[in-house]
């Protein structure tokens, strides 16, 4: 992977890839709607052979200008527009990773592999009476 170096009068600062994804999970996860972030297949295959990585769902290339893009695949909670959940998560994504990094982001790819039943709080069941647990009851 390509790094990003920050030249200054003081010295360089390097980003490795990790701070990258890190940054790029935890904004996606902070984004309503977002019940998690799903591994990809490369990620499947490490697994597989023994290689542990705590932050799963995020693929980054860099372009040789040192540009990034991002592929996140996630599940979305149940009840959430999905299209409307992306935008946010790539608005999140991209400003979060610009604002703390000054690096810039080209591009970030959203893939919802999954939508999450379990947090159905709030959310109109059959005949469009609301969960008894209602978000207004809590």
Do not use: C
Not at 30 to 50: F, H, P, R, Y
Not at 57 to 85: A, C, F
Request: charged share 20%; proline share 4%; aromatic share 8%.
């Amino acid at each position: 992977f390509p790094s990003h170096d920050i030249y200054t009068t003081e010295g360089v600062t390097h980003y490795s890839e990790n701070v990258y994804i890190t940054l790029a999970a935890m904004s996606a996860l902070s984004i309503k709607g977002v019940a998690a972030m799903n591994t990809t297949t490369g990620e499947d295959w490490a697994q597989l052979v023994g290689v542990k990585n705590d932050i799963t769902g995020v693929k980054l290339t860099q372009s040789d200008e040192g540009h990034l893009t991002l592929d996140l695949y996630i599940t979305v909670r149940y009840g959430y527009r999905i299209p409307d959940v992306a935008l946010r998560v790539q608005e999140a994504v991209k400003s979060g990773i610009e604002d703390v990094t000054d690096t810039p982001v080209d591009g970030v790819n959203i893939f919802v592999q999954a939508i999450d039943f379990d947090d159905t709080i709030g959310v109109p069941i059959r005949g469009g009476a609301k969960d008894p647990q209602s978000e207004e009851s809590l």
